[in-house]
Structure formats: structure tokens, C-alpha cells
């Protein structure tokens, strides 16, 4: 804000005041328009601290004390929730999802207020934005655009984001589980630093929909777990397909041993779906619950070969 004050005495020496031949001072106007953004906002984010040193950032979910925030930042198995208002509650963990860095927490409140959430449909390259973080004694914002948005993305750690979507945008030290505002004030996602490194990501509403259900429902995602290591491998013709996935390692104990899974197998299908990467496997086993009864198609000893495994769930 001083620096506006400076630019706007510097404006009146030249008589360029704040209004013109009748028109505003753009640059006020977008000013108070973004810190309106901000203070608006600020009634739906939380400060939690559940790690070792700085405070991380929370978005209230609904009104009766759900609360998302970044999986990562839960350091320690008590968590403090501090609301707009200064009041701290001890919070629960109801689950989380290391796969997209999604965390539930509840809270014993009421009345809590419920942010307007964005659909990602509208989202473009360039729009500008506005991320929100909590992590000391006040509430920061740090402005940027909207860097990249594309389609579907798996994680590394087998998470699936129904849009990928990079904001431009400095998220500093405390600000992953906080918002991601749109020029309208509205919730664009949730933003966390852990799903690629270096680089921020914003999780949107389909993303925090899915994940925030199952959490509820079941405490986890409860994505299924294979138990293998796996690289891709180039395969004869008789095959049937030019690349599958070599195993490397069978986890003792795990489904994929209890199925008969050996190192050396190559994984050609599993559920019906070809099998080339290693990203293509773990997107299957995210989209297959725990418990569920799947055929593996495999290549052993220059043949073909079909397992039924059941699958167990990735913590």
C-alpha cells in the first residue's frame, strides 16, 4: 500500500489524480478489489498445526467442522485447528491420502463458513490468482497466474488428479493446504508443494470431491496395492505385445505373492489393460478398491499365463 501512496503523489505532480477526466484509478481499484479477495476468503481458512515447527494451512470443508488440508503437513498424530476468529480446537484425523496429499480433519464446531468453490471447466492459462497460506500469527496471500492446465495426471505415488493444474505463484513455507483463489474470490483448489518436486500444484474440486468421500466413508482412498517392483521390458512377437513390465521385486507376503507372482514374471494386462509403464499400473490399481478380485495376464518362461489376485490396500 505504500507503495501505491507513492505512486499516487507522484501521479498528482504530474496532474494525473486519482480521477482523471472522470476516470478511476485503475490500480487502487484492483488493489482493494484483491485485498477485498483476500479478507473474504480468509472466513473459510484455518491454521493447523500438526508439524515441527511452522504451522501449515486448512480450507473448511463444510460447516459443521470438516476441514482439507495437505496430507504431508500432519508431522505429528495431535493436530491443532486455529479458526478466523483465534479460537483452537484439537481436530481429528479422519484420513488421508498420501497419493494426492489430501488430508480430513473434524473438528467439535458449528457454523463453520463454507468458501464458494470454482469448477475447473473454466480454468485458463494466464487467468490470475491468488494463493492463500496461514502458517504463523496471520494470514499471507502471494499473487501470480495460472502457469498450466491440462487433462488427467497420475502421481508418482499413483494418485489421479482430474486436471492438472500448476499455478505461477510463490507458495511459501506453510501455504500447501491452503486455497487457490480465482479473480472472482472464488476456490480454485487446494495447493500443495509435495506431489512433484519443486513445483506447485493445485488440487481441484472433482479431485477434492472423490478423495474427501472416500476418506469419510473409509478412512483412506483404499486404492489397491499389488506389492511388486517393475520396469518395462521389450518382448518377442509371440508375446502379443511389443512391452510389458518385468518384475524386479514381490513384496513376502503381499497379493502378488499370495497370487503366485514371481520375480522374472512380466505383467502384460491387468483388469483387461495393457500394461507398457509403470504409471499405467499404478493408474489401474488407483481406480481398483481394495479387496477387489482382478486377472493378472502375464509372460513366464516364454509363455503366456493368467492369475486371479485379490488386491490389498496401499497405505
Given at each position: 500500500m505504500a507503495r501505491l501512496a507513492l505512486l499516487e503523489r507522484r501521479m498528482r505532480c504530474y496532474g494525473l489524480g486519482p480521477r482523471l477526466w472522470g476516470m478511476s484509478n485503475p490500480i487502487l481499484e484492483l488493489s482493494n478489489a484483491l485485498a477485498s479477495s483476500v479478507?473474504?476468503?480468509?472466513?473459510?481458512?484455518?491454521?493447523?498445526d500438526a508439524g515441527r515447527w511452522t504451522g501449515s494451512t486448512g480450507v473448511v470443508w463444510s460447516s459443521d467442522g470438516l476441514v482439507v488440508t495437505a496430507a504431508h503437513a500432519l508431522r505429528r498424530s495431535d493436530v491443532e485447528v486455529t479458526l478466523p476468529g483465534g479460537q483452537t480446537l484439537e481436530a481429528a484425523v479422519v484420513g488421508r491420502d498420501p497419493g494426492t496429499d489430501l488430508a480430513l480433519l473434524k473438528l467439535e464446531a458449528t457454523g463453520l463458513a463454507v468458501p464458494e468453490w470454482a469448477e475447473p471447466e473454466g480454468l485458463r492459462v494466464g487467468q490470475v490468482v491468488l494463493a492463500l497460506g496461514w502458517p504463523g500469527k496471520h494470514l499471507r496471500a502471494s499473487l501470480g497466474?495460472?502457469?498450466?492446465?491440462?487433462?488427467?495426471?497420475?502421481?508418482?505415488?499413483?494418485?489421479?488428479?482430474?486436471?492438472?493444474?500448476?499455478?505461477?505463484?510463490?507458495?511459501?513455507?506453510?501455504?500447501?493446504?491452503?486455497?487457490?483463489?480465482?479473480?472472482?474470490?472464488?476456490?480454485?483448489?487446494?495447493?500443495?508443494?509435495?506431489?512433484?518436486?519443486?513445483?506447485?500444484?493445485?488440487?481441484?474440486?472433482?479431485?477434492?470431491?472423490?478423495?474427501?468421500?472416500?476418506?469419510?466413508?473409509?478412512?483412506?482412498?483404499?486404492?489397491?496395492?499389488?506389492?511388486?517392483?517393475?520396469?518395462?521390458?521389450?518382448?518377442?512377437?509371440?508375446?502379443?505385445?511389443?512391452?510389458?513390465?518385468?518384475?524386479?521385486?514381490?513384496?513376502?507376503?503381499?497379493?502378488?505373492?499370495?497370487?503366485?507372482?514371481?520375480?522374472?514374471?512380466?505383467?502384460?494386462?491387468?483388469?483387461?489393460?495393457?500394461?507398457?509403464?509403470?504409471?499405467?499400473?499404478?493408474?489401474?490399481?488407483?481406480?481398483?478398491?481394495?479387496?477387489?478380485?482382478?486377472?493378472?495376464?502375464?509372460?513366464?518362461?516364454?509363455?503366456?499365463?493368467?492369475?486371479?489376485?485379490?488386491?490389498g490396500e496401499r497405505q
Open positions: 479478507e473474504g476468503a480468509g472466513k473459510s481458512v484455518v491454521r493447523v497466474i495460472l502457469g498450466n492446465v491440462a487433462g488427467e495426471w497420475r502421481t508418482p505415488a499413483g494418485g489421479r488428479l482430474e486436471r492438472y493444474v500448476q499455478p505461477d505463484v510463490s507458495l511459501y513455507p506453510g501455504f500447501s493446504g491452503g486455497p487457490l483463489l480465482d479473480a472472482e474470490g472464488r476456490f480454485v483448489g487446494l495447493n500443495t508443494q509435495a506431489l512433484r518436486r519443486g513445483l506447485a500444484l493445485t488440487l481441484t474440486l472433482p479431485t477434492l470431491r472423490r478423495i474427501t468421500e472416500r476418506l469419510q466413508k473409509h478412512g483412506t482412498a483404499r486404492r489397491g496395492y499389488l506389492g511388486v517392483g517393475a520396469q518395462p521390458v521389450r518382448l518377442p512377437e509371440g508375446a502379443g505385445q511389443s512391452v510389458g513390465l518385468l518384475l524386479v521385486s514381490v513384496e513376502p507376503g503381499g497379493p502378488a505373492e499370495r497370487a503366485g507372482l514371481l520375480v522374472g514374471d512380466v505383467l502384460l494386462a491387468l483388469d483387461g489393460k495393457a500394461l507398457g509403464r509403470l504409471e499405467e499400473l499404478l493408474g489401474i490399481l488407483a481406480d481398483l478398491p481394495a479387496g477387489t478380485q482382478a486377472r493378472l495376464k502375464l509372460w513366464r518362461g516364454g509363455q503366456p499365463l493368467e492369475l486371479e489376485v485379490t488386491l
